[in-house]
């Protein structure tokens, strides 16, 4: 199986910070990494696709990058709205696996 | 707009059976594949099962493989998820989600406990 090792498992950080959240695959596998923001109490909402494209609706502040078997979200100028629970997904090869999550929190 | 509502969760006692419906709307149901995905109560999301678009192929993750079927009927654009064999462990709210995972239902708590 797949591990995909998610960090930090929680972060805080100020209003207009940059915050960036990585996942660490433990194979290849490609560009098949979605991110995913999870409200409490909702279900989880795309964020970014094929490791580094924006999902429809979704401000311009969140982007994705990949560094190898390394994936990347970053958020620039952080807002209120955008405190949460982070996970990715690598949708390679079965059993599909999600990362462990990073709560992000308004210092 | 893409739709996907869950249903038929609720409490059930260990080692009974429960049967999980999603009505899909807003897109051709059959041509997508489709899957099921749990959160048990504060944990992390955990993909459960997947089929194709016309239900030749289907996915399990090893906990569930033999109690859990994945199967749909494209004429009424709803996904099942029949779970047989219940444990406590399998208490979480199962979200239906297209099999690209972009798009998620709002989720149906199941309850498994004496």
């Known amino acids: 199986d797949i591990q995909m090792t998610q960090s930090p498992a929680s972060l805080s950080a100020s209003l207009e910070e940059i915050v960036t959240i990585t996942c660490q695959a433990s194979?290849?596998?490609?560009?098949?990494l979605s991110w995913y923001q999870q409200k409490p109490g909702k279900s989880p909402q795309l964020l970014i696709h094929?490791?580094?494209s924006l999902a429809d609706g979704v401000p311009s502040r969140f982007s994705g990058s990949r560094s190898g078997t390394q994936y990347s979200l970053k958020i620039n100028r952080l807002q209120v709205e955008d405190t949460g629970i982070y996970y990715c997904?690598?949708?390679?090869?079965?059993?599909?696996?999600f990362g462990g999550g990073t709560k992000l929190e308004l210092k | 707009e893409v739709q996907l509502v869950e249903s038929g969760g609720g409490l059930v006692q260990p080692g009974r059976s429960m049967k999980l419906s999603c009505a899909a709307s807003?897109?051709?149901?059959?041509?997508?594949?489709m899957a099921w995905v749990r959160q048990a109560p504060t944990k992390g999301l955990e993909w459960v099962a997947t089929?194709?678009?016309?239900?030749?192929?289907?996915y399990y993750r090893d906990s569930v493989k033999g109690r859990f079927t994945i199967s749909r009927d494209n004429a009424k654009s709803t996904l099942y998820l029949q779970m047989n064999s219940l444990r406590s462990e399998d208490t979480a709210t199962y979200y239906c989600?297209?099999?690209?995972?972009?798009?998620w239902g709002q989720g149906t708590l199941v309850t498994v406990s004496s």
């Open positions: 989600t297209s099999a690209s995972f972009a798009y």
């Open positions: 807003g897109f051709t149901f059959s041509n997508y594949g």
């Open positions: 089929i194709s678009y016309d239900g030749s192929s289907t």
């Open positions: 194979q290849d596998i490609g560009n098949y």
């Open positions: 094929s490791a580094t």
């Open positions: 997904l690598q949708h390679y090869s079965a059993p599909w696996t």
